[in-house]
């Protein structure tokens, strides 16, 4: 009865906490976890972290938190308790990894048309130094050969810088297509 009163009192009051209060209490626990106590009582105190780290918004940390715990020193009871918070963290972290996709979806087929001009399709893809990189590299292989071909070196004109063209311009549309996958 009386560890019922105490939880009760403690849900009151964690209720009240500010969020500088909940990161307070999250750095005590990782306090106390460094003096060397038994497996049972850090996991305890691992929990506690991740509820504080809940109660933040923030369900990687209780995540992370979550993951320093040694399952295999605890009982079936708090390996179950651990793995309901466990869930509640995945389920925090869903809607944002949703949310993520769907607003940076990109096409990858947009990003080979758009590369037909190099560097469009990084833009596309949201690397603009690699597009502004990818440019550069495209024009300085134009700018090879043109100065190759003025100087009536047509061999090394066509194997030099067709080579090095073919391999930045096709490299550049292979890169713009992974970065708009990803």
Known sequence: MRAQETQAQD??????FSPAQWQAKALDCERRI????????????LMEKAECYLHLQAPEMAARSL?????YALNDSLRTEIFALRALCEKAVLPQIEAT???????????????LI???????AGAVGEGFFSMAL???????????????????AFL???????????GATERAIQLASE
Do not use: C, M
Request: cysteine-free; overall charge negative.
């Open 160 to 170: 030099g810088g067709g080579i090095l063209l073919s391999q930045t311009y096709l």
């Open 118 to 124: 190099p560097g469009l399709g990084h833009f596309y």
């Open 67 to 71: 993951d320093r715990i040694a399952l």
């Open 34 to 45: 460094y003096q060397g106590l038994p497996l049972v009582d850090e996991a305890l105190l």
């Open 138 to 156: 495209n024009a300085a292989s134009v700018a090879f050969v043109a100065i190759e071909l003025s100087s009536g070196l047509y061999v090394g």
């Open 11 to 16: 849900t009151q009051t964690d209720e009240a």
């Open 101 to 115: 996709d769907s607003q940076n979806s990109k096409n990858p087929e947009t990003a080979r048309w758009l590369s």
